[in-house]
């Protein structure tokens, strides 16, 4: 899973998810802007949170879901060398943001003084104890570990969320545009549109298929549908994800979880029809 421009917008837009991953109110990031930081040519940090106000530390972000042995020493380099090009005696704190565990560098020890100091939050996303209804930042980053069945419901959660929160602004969109790019990162095999319509991201008449297929005379089964409550234009998109999902290499079972159907019915769109 691709990552580094995905988070980089989504703290960018929720700058509070940090402070709650650090187990802070969220409301701190008033004091702060985020900002991603090149040092030098190709150095860059993921993101750093510059605080407004003296006295508060400046907050380094960094996000990992490939092992990378060296992912610490580059970390612990890239704080050193902001602190000596801007003020050796800001105080700093450092977010290591990681899939799990198993992504985690296995040798620690020259680094153990610092990760075993307060100035370092080690974060592992598969291990997230959160609340029944937490805050949204939060409940967007679920969806990189929830098991496939479990996003479908997840993401309606997550809309809902942000249209109680954000109703008629542009943040929702905002948030609903972050959410579409994870589930991309998360669903190789589907392409976006594909991703707005098995996750009800918007209308489908308002997709760039749609349009497509409007002018080309291939909706026509799809507005009829609609307009006398059948299924049929919602069947066959079913259908074309059934068989992109399963050109990929994922069993009936996967494709059911994944679209939310019976795997009776995947199973039928998979069987050829007779001619």
């Known amino acids: 899973m691709e990552t580094d421009s995905f988070f980089c917008q989504f703290f960018k837009q929720l700058p509070e998810t940090v402070f709650e991953l650090m187990g802070l109110p969220g409301t701190q990031a008033r004091a702060y802007r985020f900002d991603s930081v090149e040092i030098k040519k190709s150095f860059r940090i993921d993101g750093v949170l510059v605080t407004k106000e003296a ?6 972000v960094e996000v990992q879901f490939q092992r990378r042995p060296k992912f610490y020493a580059n970390l612990f380099g890239k704080v050193f060398w902001y602190l000596e090009e801007n003020d050796p005696g800001q105080e700093w704190r450092a977010v290591a943001l990681f899939e799990s565990r198993a992504v985690e560098p296995a040798q620690l020890g020259p680094y153990e003084d610092l990760l075993n100091s307060p100035r370092v939050k080690r974060i592992y996303l598969d291990e997230l104890s959160l609340p029944d209804d937490p805050p949204l930042g939060l409940a967007i980053l679920q969806l990189v570990t929830v098991v496939r069945e479990q996003v479908r419901p997840l993401v309606t959660r ?5 249209e109680r929160q ?3 602004s542009e943040m929702e969109k905002t948030v609903i545009g972050l959410v579409e790019e994870l589930l991309l990162r998360r669903f190789a095999e589907l392409d976006r549109e594909e991703i707005r319509i098995m996750f009800q991201l ?8 749609w349009q497509e297929a409007h002018q080309t005379g291939l909706t026509e089964g799809i507005e009829k549908g609609i307009k006398t409550g059948r299924a049929e234009g919602k069947t066959m998109a079913q259908a074309e994800m059934v068989r992109k999902c399963l050109a990929n290499g994922m069993s009936a079972k996967e494709i059911a979880q994944l679209l939310g159907l019976p795997l009776a019915q ?3 769109l998979i069987k050829p029809k007779k001619s």
Do not use: C, N, Y
């Open 55 to 60: 006295g508060l530390p400046v907050i380094f």
């Open 158 to 162: 997550v809309m809902q969320k942000a």
């Open 166 to 168: 954000f109703r008629d």
């Open 202 to 209: 918007h209308d489908l008449r308002e997709s760039k298929v």
């Open 266 to 268: 995947v199973r039928r």
